[in-house]
């Protein structure tokens, strides 16, 4: 057990306290799925790991306990969060009330540079032909609209609510829509950035993370008819 190396030389890098810098490295990995639900967090492991006590980790595994991505239990310590589908529909709920208040903050102060910059971001999901790797590029391209809001409080929020949601639908969405419809949608949201079409650009936004609601929905739908345990716990 154990986050990998990306989030090892995250830990180890110059972002602030001991805790912060092991908060952030577990948040990673449990993100990305490096670190899958029901795993047990030891400390004495972490500690070794990152180079660091005990009560950094101690600390940072309290703070994610706050932020829904540890649970800890009695007897048997840190372990990594687990959610049912109806968890992850709300916080896509949530994540459509954050997004979209960010985005329409956001689009009076783009930039071209900002706009750029999604457009390559793009332009590289187009050529990835891997899967695994589509949710790093939506996440980037997001992150990269809602960055011009300057707001940080409000855009360490969704990074956190978009890691906890991302982990349960990265693999179920990607394999149930593909990513010909999402780009759809991606290009046509930085087109109304683009022409300052505010209102129109939240309504997209808005259809475009609600369809992540349907594909669960249909998800949990077809796994109650079929025999073995649900795609999403």
Not at 21 to 26: D, I, K, T
Request: one cysteine or more; glycine letters at 6%.
């Amino acid at each position: 057990m154990g986050p990998g190396t990306a989030a090892s030389n995250r830990a180890a890098g110059t972002h602030g306290s001991a805790p912060d810098a092991v908060r952030e490295a577990l948040r990673a990995a449990i993100s990305s799925g490096e670190l899958a639900p029901g795993i047990q967090l030891r400390q004495d492991e972490l500690a070794e790991r990152f180079g660091t006590s005990r009560i950094p980790v101690r600390e940072a595994l309290r703070q994610l306990e706050a932020e829904g991505f540890v649970t800890i239990l009695p007897n048997r310590g840190a372990v990594v969060s687990d959610l049912s589908i109806d968890e992850v529909i709300e916080l896509l709920e949530i994540r459509i009330a954050l997004e979209c208040h960010a985005l329409r903050l956001a689009i009076p102060a783009m930039g071209e540079i900002d706009l750029d910059e999604a457009s390559k971001i793009l332009r590289a999901y187009d050529a990835e032909p891997d899967p695994a790797k589509w949710g790093a590029f939506n996440w980037t391209f997001h992150a990269t609209l809602y960055a011009p809001c300057n707001r940080p409080r409000l855009l360490a929020m969704i990074e956190a609510n978009y890691g906890h949601v991302s982990r349960f639908t990265r693999a179920l969405v990607s394999q149930a829509t593909g990513k010909e419809r999402p780009q759809r949608e991606h290009y046509r949201l930085l087109e109304l950035c683009r022409e300052g079409e505010v209102k129109k650009a939240v309504r997209l936004l808005r259809q475009h993370i609600e369809e992540t609601q349907k594909t669960l929905r249909s998800a949990q739908r077809q796994a109650e008819r079929e025999p073995g345990p649900p795609g999403v716990a």
